[in-house]
């Protein structure tokens, strides 16, 4: 197998710096018309390199659906200034200025830092200054009749923070205000001055052009037949977003260089390419024109361009579910690992360049939609970095050595997978099967998990031709109806009632991940059986909150108990 890293070394990364560098000089806001000319800088790369792109185009109109997701309203930038302690900020300095969705507007007054929710009372005719939950923030601002918003982010330091309202077209009824972000130690100076009884004043200028229509850019490439490895990653954000995610975007022309060079006919595996608008793009993807029995797996490309100056990040490598389990997950492990090494301990033995690491299942990007809809997906990321969602996500600070060590590990993964010989790969698959349970069986059974774990290997096998795992016999105890990300704009369209209780209990994001696993476990097992396995991958789990997240989905038709 490791001779495939060998074969890999064929990936460059300068032309993903280079593809980094374009991509970031545009506002690749969801709904803007930069993201939509973005895509089409891709399509004519991929076309310089012999390569033909399919563009699928759905709308930004702000009342479509795809799947569970409500599409936000068409909306560009023009211009936007901010007058605060002697400081200003103007969008030729950063269009993060300007939160993503605002309205137009102008307003001149004083300032009010909200702190608790009775702070609300005396927002009328006042700037409120808001650090946490900006948009239902952002709505009781307008119902208060606060004259503009202002956003600050923790631990953004002197960075603009990037911070979207999503705004749907319904929602203009009420979304009138000017909306703006500054940075995090200038919101502390404002927030200072008014602790000591200061009056502090703001002046603050918007103009933004709302559409009814904006192309939502769908990008899709396709190399030699199916079943495809499908590689995928999410090319809106705000400029400049280098590592989120002008990265993974760039990472993904350069694998489709490669190997759409090298394919040939002897490949167990064509191979598909998807540049897509975070999550609404994946869903209007899977809804419109994916075949999802041509995909074997997909691997999601998200901030792969971190290094141990964003915070001492890491390498991370997002495991598929277990209700998923696939040899993928191994596979990519194992490269990452091998590419990441340098130099030699004591005694001879490699060591790593960059902190790397597996980890069970995590959401948060293009790889859950899949996940979803029964096709395996994993996700090398770089986490943390302090400069995320900010405006100080430049291209000086991204990391080649990260972009090397992913970028030849996901190749090498891709051509492992389709020209390995069918011996060597179900001997690496019964090892990560081994593996995988040694891990958890260290801290918990894995009696449960165990079923799922064969069945991945049996799927694995009648892709790669191997003979390993067993299927079992499927007894659900739910229907996940609207299937796709649980959104509280979907659980807010059915009830406002259950949207308040759902994003109560639903404050810490990892219940999410434990209850998205839940209904893809549910319809496998039982009731009692799905929880059990979600203990064995996971850990501990908050079973009351995920039963009454449970009924509130049932309440709005999301699933249905069988």
């Known amino acids: 197998m490791k001779r495939f890293l060998n074969e890999a070394r064929v990936f460059d990364s300068m032309n993903v710096l280079h593809y980094i560098g374009e991509i970031s000089q545009f506002h690749r806001i969801q709904g803007s018309k930069e993201l939509y000319e973005a895509v089409r800088f891709i399509r004519e790369e991929l076309r310089i390199w012999g390569i033909n792109a399919k563009l699928f185009e759905e709308s930004y109109d702000g009342e479509s659906w795809f799947l569970t997701l409500k599409s936000p309203i068409a909306w560009d930038l023009i211009h936007g200034k901010v007058e605060i302690l002697g400081n200003t900020l103007t969008t030729s300095q950063s269009p993060l200025v300007v939160m993503a969705h605002s309205p137009s507007g102008r307003a001149e007054g004083e300032v009010l830092h909200i702190l608790r929710e009775e702070d609300w009372e005396k927002a009328e005719g006042k700037i409120v200054l808001v650090g946490k ?171 792969v361009a971190g290094s141990e100056d964003r915070a001492a990040s890491t390498v991370m490598l997002v495991r598929t579910p277990a209700s998923r389990f696939s040899v993928v997950s191994g596979v990519l492990e194992y490269f990452l690992e091998l590419s990441n090494r340098a130099g ?25 939609v899949f996940n ?61 099967a081994m593996k995988y349970l040694g891990e958890l069986g260290m801290d918990r059974d894995t009696r449960g998990i165990e079923r799922l774990v064969m069945a991945g290997l049996a799927r694995d096998s009648r892709f790669l031709g191997i003979e390993s795992g067993h299927e079992f016999e499927k007894s659900p105890w739910l229907r996940w109806v609207r299937r796709g990300r649980v959104s509280a704009e979907l659980v807010k369209e059915a009830s406002r009632e259950v949207y308040e209780e759902f994003k109560k209990l639903t404050k810490d994001r990892r219940i999410l991940v434990h209850l998205h696993e839940l209904l893809m476990l549910g319809e496998l097992l039982p009731k009692e059986e799905s929880f059990e396995v979600l203990e064995e991958e996971f850990g501990e789990v908050d079973r009351e909150k995920l039963e009454k997240l449970v009924n509130l989905l049932e309440k709005t038709g999301v699933i249905e108990p069988l």
């Open 372 to 432: 979803f809809f029964g096709v395996p997906s994993v996700m090398p990321i770089t986490w943390p970095d302090r400069f995320y969602h900010s405006s100080e996500d430049t291209i000086e600070k991204v990391s080649k050595e990260s972009i090397e060590v992913i970028g030849r590990g996901v190749l090498a993964t891709a051509l492992a997978l389709a020209k390995g010989e069918k011996e060597e790969l179900q001997r690496f698959a019964r090892g990560y």
């Open 133 to 303: 939950e900006w948009r239902d923030a952002y709505r009781k601002a307008n119902e208060a009749g606060a004259k503009a918003f202002i956003a600050y982010r923790e631990g953004t330091g002197e960075a603009i923070p990037y911070i979207g309202l999503f705004l749907a077209k319904n929602e203009l009824e009420w979304a009138k205000i000017p909306a703006v972000a500054v940075p995090e130690n200038l919101a502390k100076k404002v927030i200072n001055k008014l602790a000591s009884g200061e009056t502090v004043e703001a002046k603050i200028e918007v103009e933004t052009q709302i559409n009814e229509r904006q192309v939502l850019p769908i990008l899709y490439v396709e190399v030699g037949r199916p079943p495809f490895i499908l590689f995928t990653a999410h090319i809106c954000h705000p400029k400049p977003g280098a590592n989120d995610n002008a990265s993974g975007s760039a990472m993904l022309i350069e694998l489709a260089r490669v190997l759409s060079s090298i394919h040939d006919d002897s490949f167990r595996f064509g191979f598909a390419f998807l540049w897509i608008p975070e999550y609404y793009g994946t869903q209007a993807f899977i809804e419109k024109y994916a075949r999802l029995e041509d995909y074997y797996a997909v691997i999601n490309l998200d901030m």
């Open 344 to 368: 030699e301990s004591f005694s001879g033995s490699p060591l790593p360049r960059l902190k790397f690491k597996a980890y069970p299942y995590e959401m948060g990007s293009d790889h859950d």
